[in-house]
C-alpha cells in the first residue's frame, strides 16, 4: 500500500495553454511538488529512514503530479501520525502562489 498525493492545476485556463502558460504551469507544478515532497519528507519520522527516502514524485501531465511514498508501512504511519493531513495545506498554499506568480509572469 502507498501513500499518495495528486498536486493539479485545473480549470479551463488550463485546458487549452498557449505554450508560455503551459511551461509556466509545469515550472510551477515542479517546484510545488518538490516543496511537497520536502515537507512530507520533514513531517516523516525517522527509525530506519526508508519512509523518509521514499517519497517520490512522478509526473502525470503538465498540470499534474503525484507525490507518493510505496513503503509498505506508509498507511499505518500516516493513519497514526496524519504526515498527508499536516502537509496538505501547506502544499495547496505554496501551488497557490506558485501558479500565481506563473500566470502572472505569463501574461506580464
Known amino acids: 500500500m502507498s501513500v499518495k498525493i495528486t498536486v493539479t492545476a485545473s480549470g479551463p485556463l488550463f485546458d487549452n495553454p498557449t505554450k508560455n502558460l503551459r511551461e509556466s504551469v509545469e515550472e510551477a507544478l515542479d517546484l510545488t511538488s518538490d516543496f511537497g515532497k520536502g515537507i512530507l519528507r520533514d513531517i516523516s519520522p525517522v527509525r530506519t529512514g526508508n519512509l523518509k527516502a521514499g517519497w517520490d514524485v512522478e509526473r502525470e501531465d503538465y498540470s499534474s ?44
Open 65 to 108: 503530479y503525484l507525490i507518493n511514498n510505496a513503503v509498505d508501512y506508509t498507511i499505518f504511519v500516516d493513519k497514526k501520525i496524519e504526515m498527508v493531513k499536516r502537509a496538505q495545506s501547506q502544499i495547496d498554499e505554496f501551488q497557490s502562489l506558485a501558479l500565481e506568480d506563473a500566470i502572472d509572469r505569463t501574461f506580464n
